[in-house]
């Protein structure tokens, strides 16, 4: 790695990853208005968000399975074209199968940045991967707060949604940039033989984790996603709420290094798990300004799940090596992608039901987001229960752990 720069890779993966995020901020910010022009209701809606969430676990099963023989390079050559083929459809949509489409590139695009830099930065920083990983998918939450104040800025002063789908342009210009002018690392520190990867694959331990990856991805991106379809009712912000939840994040993510070393991943899930769970009741059943506390509760909750998931598998299932960690963030959003219609029919018969026991048009949307939310209280409950079974068998997890160190391994 002598010729390789560490540091301006790890700049333009960041990039990259605030990208991925602006996609979600501000078709989060701009669902009502997609809604609005192409005549969708929320269930239709639902399969928009989808389209996003399935393309990304096609793309880390692709990159994943090709990583060692294509590297991160070219996957990240993929990763920018599709970005900017994907946001261009979007702006200039005729209707709902274009937005299916479009939808589906930019989510094909997101995971290929994903399968790509989470094995390039697992290999560069080999001694402190969970740590590093998440100061990498710090830019997760924060190009979501880029994302989500860009979007209430400009409807405050009323550009439209094609304008804000647009500026997502220049930093995807921008680490097309970074990125193609370096030089990358050879893989040194991650297995790359495929038939190990693959093999390592069959393992009741992956199995489990990839499985806790469906339930915490939901959890977070779920809430994430229709911020503003739940919570727009509510007498709050929703995008001020998303850039919130999503600035402690970042601050978490970044300072997280001593909470992992000192509770070890499995821990930082467990806690993760029984955090979000009173976080998201609380949602449920808060009014007005205490809906904040409830956000910053969920911000703590949902902080870690991600990056820590990632690093589990890249610490505790070494040989599953780029395709363990590709597929298990795939898995994430697949399952979220999944539950993404069934979201926004919870929305549109909590609504109807809401109306048809005489309630206001502005009561039936309170009264959905709630009814929604004390559904999606389950999956971190579940969690709970599986990390905590993880977490009592931790002492015997340990010993087949990558060695990890205090240090910045820079």
Not at 367 to 390: H, N, R
Request: with cysteine; hydrophobic share 50%.
């Amino acid at each position: 790695m002598e010729n390789v720069n560490k540091k301006q890779l790890f700049v333009a993966a960041c990039i990259a990853l605030v990208v991925t995020a602006m996609t979600f901020a501000i078709r989060a910010g701009i669902l009502a208005d997609l809604g609005i022009q192409f005549n969708l209701n929320d269930t239709q809606l639902g399969w928009v968000n989808s389209m996003a969430f399935w393309g990304f676990p096609l793309a880390t099963i692709f990159g994943g399975l090709l990583y060692n023989k294509l590297g991160a390079r070219k996957l990240m050559i993929l990763a920018f074209v599709s970005h900017l083929v994907g946001l261009v459809m979007t702006i200039f949509a005729g209707g709902f199968v274009t937005l299916l489409v479009s939808s589906f590139l930019i989510g094909f695009a997101n995971g290929s940045v994903e399968a790509a830099c989470n094995p390039l930065i697992a290999d560069m920083y080999t001694k402190n991967r969970t740590t590093m990983l998440n100061k990498f998918h710090v830019w997760f939450p924060g190009g979501i707060v880029i994302g989500a104040l860009i979007s209430e800025f400009m409807t405050d002063f009323g550009l439209g949604w094609q304008l804000q789908i647009a500026i997502m342009l220049i930093p995807t210009l921008i680490y097309g940039y970074l990125f193609f002018k370096q030089e990358f690392p050879e893989s040194q520190h991650i297995e790359t033989d495929t038939s190990v990867n693959i093999k390592s694959l069959i393992n009741p331990l992956f199995i489990f984790i990839a499985l806790c990856m469906t339930l915490s991805a939901t959890s977070e991106l779920g809430v994430q996603q229709w911020v503003e379809k739940i919570l727009g009712g509510s007498g709050v912000q929703p995008m001020l709420i998303l850039a919130m939840v999503t600035g402690i994040m970042a601050l978490g993510r970044y300072f997280a290094g001593p909470l992992v070393h000192k509770l070890n991943p499995i821990g930082v899930l467990f806690m993760s798990s029984i955090v979000t769970t009173i976080a998201i009741y609380s949602l449920s059943v808060m009014d007005g300004p205490m809906i904040y506390v409830s956000a910053v509760l969920f911000a703590l909750g949902v902080c870690y799940f991600w990056p820590t998931t990632i690093g589990f598998v890249s610490e505790y299932l070494p040989k599953t090596g780029a395709l363990g960690m590709s597929l298990v963030g795939g898995a994430g959003m697949f399952a979220t992608g999944i539950w993404q219609p069934v979201i926004g029919s919870w929305l549109d018969k909590g609504r109807e039901a809401a109306i048809a026991s005489g309630a206001s048009a502005d009561v039936a949307e309170i009264v959905a987001g709630k009814t929604t939310l004390s559904y999606m209280v389950f999956f971190p409950l579940t969690l709970v229960v599986l990390y905590g079974i993880l977490f009592f068998m931790r002492k015997k997890l340990e010993e087949r752990r990558v060695p990890q160190t205090h240090g910045s391994d820079s």
